[in-house]
């Protein structure tokens, strides 16, 4: 059970229900994880946490609006990224840049002409693919195959197992290997080369099928760049065309000498940045795992070059820490290494979350060599160089660069937190409760209020707490209901304390606390609640991991 050091500040006592199961990660035990996925997505649609935007008009595919509750999961996110970046690191700074950007930047970078992924039409179910992925999607069936041999094996062998030689031996494991790595390999040559033809082929010849219409009735593969355009300026002859930022990191590369000067920055050196970017998707599913308009929360470190190596290294150590210090356990993620790389990149990782999908990419780890700040030198006609004191000799730095979406972020801590727990009550019979496990300094309230009743004063001690401990952390007030139903409310957003105001507290200025993970309660003294709370919600043990 992940209590932590919660309960050792108070010396917990009672508690309002029973556990029946062990808590961690009981998820994968007890429902299948397409289910646990609707259930997250109704969940925060029902406790203000995410709704589909413009819902009343039907929704606007692939956009979504955060509520009351997700704003303030989504701001904490955002904090302890950037004091993880920022706080932390006395040589990384942040900045703000705009959404709009010169068009030429966009040119520079590569994204008017490269931003493409390749799309196919079903010419029956009218529904638009992304060539690739269907292709991808393919390649995992035969991986999915080769795992369950595997799998198979392993059970039944027991301890004797031996992997390797398994999977050189077997028949059935050998045939699907074979199979998969010449798909791949046509695959591959295929991307490289920007040959759609080939992709459809490759789609023809494996008989992939339409997942709706279930036909194999295909259209060409055409190119879809993935970039929003817009005019800006007032009359048509006028206006020119710009587009809205397809990622924050070319806000941070032209802005890169003005902040090296005027914050006289030393190489090495990192800038910051959070905010908004929006692809046009051609597939964008999985809740807000793929979104039309999203946010980022990217890092440029610069860097001597030949320096790279060491330097990605050690923003890869970092950002796992900054990982597994939110306690969702360890093995829950992994790097996946690139074997193709884009043409700017020397190396490139990304870590992996265990979503109930599968394993699939938060965050994005790469080492950019050069190429943005040489391409922009090109383009705009500027010097992005960097004089070195120490080497004496101007050179335009590498770039190691950490690129995490806000919005994957918070679907990876909410589907971690989410928990459906049955509980034993005092009369033997059973319960369910849904409980948001959130990190005490992620969560978006972290104090509830309660008076047991609405009379004899109870309510105005209450209120006088929350004006008290307003000014400190996020407290709610809260007294609709049965203490119980309350409890369920704040376990249902993730409060991860709740304390009640009854009688005993006018006689003796003592309250009970209510810990969300292990519903335990004990009694302590109003005095000690301020400092007590203040330490456990705070960011500071998380950062201190990093
Ligand atoms: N500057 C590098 C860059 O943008 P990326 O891998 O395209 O790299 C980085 O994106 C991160 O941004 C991803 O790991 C993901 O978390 C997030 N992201 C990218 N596209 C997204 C989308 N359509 N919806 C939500 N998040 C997205």
Redesign the pocket.
């Known amino acids: 059970m992940r209590t932590g050091g919660v309960e050792a500040n108070f010396g917990c006592k009672t508690k309002d229900f029973e556990l029946l199961l062990p808590s961690a990660n009981t998820n994968e035990l007890f429902m299948a994880q397409e289910d646990i996925f609707k259930k997250l997505v109704s969940h925060c649609k029902e406790y203000g946490y995410v709704f589909p935007s413009s819902e009343i008009y039907d929704g606007l595919s692939a956009v979504y609006d955060y509520g009351q509750y997700g704003v303030e999961l989504k701001n904490n996110i955002k904090k302890y990224w950037w004091d993880s970046m920022v706080l932390l690191h006395e040589n990384v700074v942040g900045i703000d840049s705009a959404i709009f950007m010169h068009p030429t930047i966009w040119k520079a970078s590569g994204h008017v002409d490269a931003f493409n992924d390749p799309l196919i039409d079903n010419k029956d179910s009218k529904k638009r693919y992304r060539a690739d992925v269907l292709i991808e999607e393919h390649l995992a069936k035969f991986e999915e195959k080769i795992n369950k041999e595997v799998e198979k094996a392993r059970e039944k062998f027991g301890a004797a197992f031996d992997e390797k030689k398994f999977r050189e031996t077997n028949q059935r494991v050998i045939a699907n290997q074979t199979k998969l790595d010449e798909i791949n390999a046509r695959y591959t040559k295929a991307m490289n080369a920007t040959d759609l033809n080939e992709l459809r082929q490759i789609i023809i010849d494996n008989e992939i099928v339409c997942p709706v219409s279930g036909t194999r009735n295909w259209t060409d593969v055409r190119q879809f760049n993935l970039m929003f355009a817009t005019e800006m300026g007032s009359t048509s002859e006028g206006a020119s065309k710009v587009y809205l930022r397809p ?1 924050t ?1 070319q806000g941070i590369f032209v802005n890169f000498l003005n902040v090296q000067k005027t914050g006289r920055m030393k190489i090495p050196f990192g800038i910051a940045q959070i905010g908004k970017a929006f ?1 046009n ?1 051609i597939v964008a599913r999985q809740f807000i ?3 039309r308009e ?1 946010e ?1 929360m ?1 890092m440029q470190y610069f860097i001597q070059p030949g320096t790279e190596m060491e330097w990605f290294r050690y923003w890869k150590d970092i950002r796992m820490k900054w990982f597994r210090a939110l306690g969702f356990g360890d093995e829950n993620y992994r790097f996946h290494d690139h074997t193709k790389l884009a043409h700017y990149a020397n190396a490139a990782t990304d870590i992996e979350y265990k979503f109930p999908f599968g394993f699939k ?4 780890i ?1 080492s950019r060599t050069d190429f943005d700040l040489k391409q922009h030198q090109e383009y705009s006609g500027k010097k992005m160089q960097y004089f070195d004191p120490e080497k004496g000799e101007s050179y335009i730095p590498y770039v190691i ?1 950490t ?3 806000v ?2 972020m918070f679907l990876h801590v909410i589907s971690a937190a989410y928990l459906e727990e049955e509980l034993k009550k005092e009369d033997g019979s059973t319960d369910t409760r849904v409980v948001l496990r959130l990190p005490s300094f992620l969560a978006p309230v972290k104090l509830a209020v309660m008076p047991l009743v609405k009379k004899d004063g109870l309510p105005e001690i209450a209120e006088k707490i929350v004006d008290d401990l307003k000014f400190d952390f996020n407290c709610q007030y809260d007294d609709k209901d049965s203490i119980g139903r309350r409890y369920r409310r704040q376990d249902a957003i993730g409060t991860p304390y709740c304390i009640t105001i009854d009688h005993q507290t006018i006689e003796d200025n003592t309250i009970t606390i209510r810990y969300r993970d292990s519903m335990k309660q004990e009694r302590v003294s109003t005095e000690m609640l301020r400092n007590t709370i203040k330490d456990l919600v705070s960011v500071k043990e998380a950062l201190k991991k990093i």
């Open positions: 990622e990191a692809r998707e795992f793929r979104m999203f980022q990217e990419e938060v965050e994005g790469h660069e690129s995490i979406g919005d994957r």
